[in-house]
């Protein structure tokens, strides 16, 4: 299975809309969407950023996305620490433990946070896969893996030519949520990746599962944050969210 996270285009938000750049980010993003093949389903969240992101491929593919509710934004107030804070509490660090502080007690953060597990899980288990108490996803039906022989010995193998055709969902989101639900697939605490990451608004950023077992997979980070669109379109990447210069190879227009 295959889930490709798209971050909205650089914003206006006290509008909850898309600058001027923003649009153009966006016409670039469309672009390189309409040519992927095999899209499974599209969801975003009620955020007005996000849709009018996702809205122009939408339109053009004749497709329709599913509006969930816990894709909107994580409130950033509980991710955006300063470091002599941050690292001043190792348990931000512990995936179990990061929570339970005193910092996130105050935002009712572990609510939410299940919140959105949960929604990702209950949606992912309408695909067959289902996640269990070790943190990893049991597949319903799953597919022959071309690395097993049948004698049931793994041998990899660098071609997946002959790998069947995944599951692939499309979200339109934000940074922070984006981050949360990455935590919850690879089992890290989002503090490391809401302090530690950035993706520039409409990369794209794919997780995959890695199903070397039949009937188990976990999930993988195989592209974080890919902006090809925006650099081959000659559009400068945004440092929205960001508090450095991004590293551009053209000039702003």
């Excluded at 502080?101 to 309408?126: A, P, W």
Aim: one cysteine or more.
């Amino acid at each position: 299975m295959r889930l490709i996270f798209i971050r909205h285009g650089d914003p206006d938000y006290s509008i909850d809309n898309l600058t001027e750049k923003g649009k153009r980010e966006v016409k670039l993003l469309t672009d390189r969407i309409c040519k992927w093949e095999n899209i499974t389903a599209f969801y975003t969240s009620p955020l007005g950023r996000a849709k009018a992101t996702g809205a122009p491929a939408l339109e053009k593919l004749g497709r329709t996305a599913e509006t969930f509710e816990w894709l909107k934004e994580f409130n950033a107030k509980r991710w955006d620490l300063l470091p002599d804070y941050y690292t001043s509490n190792k348990n931000f660090f512990n995936k179990d433990k990061w929570m339970k502080t005193s910092f996130m007690k105050k935002f009712n953060t572990k609510k939410d946070y299940k919140e959105v597990c949960d929604g990702i899980d209950k949606l992912l288990g309408e695909y067959g896969y289902i996640r269990n108490k070790k943190g990893f996803y049991d597949v319903i039906n799953p597919s022959t893996n071309p690395n097993w022989t049948y004698e049931g010995k793994y041998q990899l193998k660098s071609i997946k030519d002959d790998y069947p055709e995944e599951t692939t969902l499309v979200f339109f989101c934000h940074l922070g949520i984006m981050f949360t639900l990455i935590s919850h697939l690879v089992g890290i605490s989002p503090m490391q990746l809401w302090q530690g990451f950035y993706v520039a608004p409409t990369s794209i950023t794919i997780l995959n599962t890695e199903e070397r077992k039949q009937g188990q997979a976990y999930f993988r980070v195989e592209r974080l944050g890919d902006t090809n669109h925006l650099t081959n379109g000659g559009e400068p990447i945004s440092s929205s969210g960001y508090f450095a210069n991004v590293h551009n190879e053209i000039q702003e227009k």
